[in-house]
């Protein structure tokens, strides 16, 4: 995570849980692609608050959750009060060798458009060999980030606002034709605040295509999009991008 990124989400952080509130669809999504999640070890990559390290939890799953800001990581910790599972630390999408063992987990998660915060492909590949490294064999990886294929081919330069009765939060995008990378123009008004938090940052365009060719180059199997975490085909005119993929079972 660039200083940028990390600058945004510290300033949308206190707001977080109310921007991006848990998506039920998400915990279902998990356990049509896993299965039964009792016992099974997840790793939730870019965890923020733990919204979803805590349904997982509730399942039985045995969770440890990362993200590199501490602001998020914090609410989550507190959150989580006395409870030993889930577990909340800080890490690197880049350095899962280094932190965990190889063929530690049943499942890896990297859901929120998590994966375009790093700046390359290069750096996405560096990503997806981690991942392979410490899931089992046959063991699942679950991703979302956004549509880039619809984004890009309709210059759609705007998100669909999130409004609430605290918060209002627009969301822009700003394309440079020389660059794999746009830029993503956000503005976080509070109400009874009447103060705006504008904040603009990086992220990579990933298509459809260039992230299937990386995970094939990584060695995953089984590589389905949707559209959505209810499992809609993928393409056309829609936001979401939602993977599975798996480890080879050796």
């Known amino acids: 995570m660039s200083n940028e990124q990390n600058k945004f989400y510290t300033s949308i952080s206190n707001y977080y849980s109310e921007i991006f509130p848990h998506n039920p669809m998400q915990l279902q999504f998990v356990k049509n692609r896993v299965g039964n999640l009792n016992e099974k070890k997840l790793l939730d990559i870019g965890c923020a608050t733990g919204e979803l390290g805590f349904q997982l939890s509730a399942e039985d799953a045995h969770v440890i959750g990362i993200d590199l800001n501490k602001d998020l990581l914090n609410q989550a910790i507190r959150k989580r009060g006395e409870a030993s599972n889930p577990v909340f630390q800080s890490g690197n999408m880049l350095e899962l060798e280094i932190d965990f063992k190889a063929g530690q987990f049943d499942t890896v998660l990297c859901f929120g458009n998590t994966l375009v915060h790093l700046e390359s492909k290069a750096l996405v590949a560096q990503m997806l060999k981690g991942v392979m490294q410490v899931l089992k064999p046959g063991g699942k990886l679950l991703l979302q980030i ?6 890009l081919g309709e210059q ?12 209002r939060f627009l969301r822009q995008y700003r394309f440079n034709k020389n660059s794999p990378k746009i830029r993503f123009y956000t503005e976080l008004y509070l109400k009874k605040e009447n103060q705006t938090v504008v904040n603009e940052t990086s992220l990579l365009a ?5 992230l299937l060719d ?14 959505n975490f209810k499992q809609d085909a993928f393409g056309g ?3 979401p991008l939602v993977l599975s993929a798996a480890a080879p079972s050796f």
Not at 156 to 167: A, C, G, H, K, M
Not at 214 to 227: D, H, M
């Open 214 to 227: 990386l995970l094939r180059e990584a060695g995953f199997q089984n590589r389905e999009l949707f559209s």
């Open 156 to 167: 759609l330069s705007e998100l669909p606002l999130i409004e609430t009765d605290d918060i």
């Open 146 to 151: 956004l549509n880039y294929d619809y984004i």
């Open 237 to 239: 005119k829609h936001i």
């Open 206 to 210: 990933l298509k459809s295509k260039e």
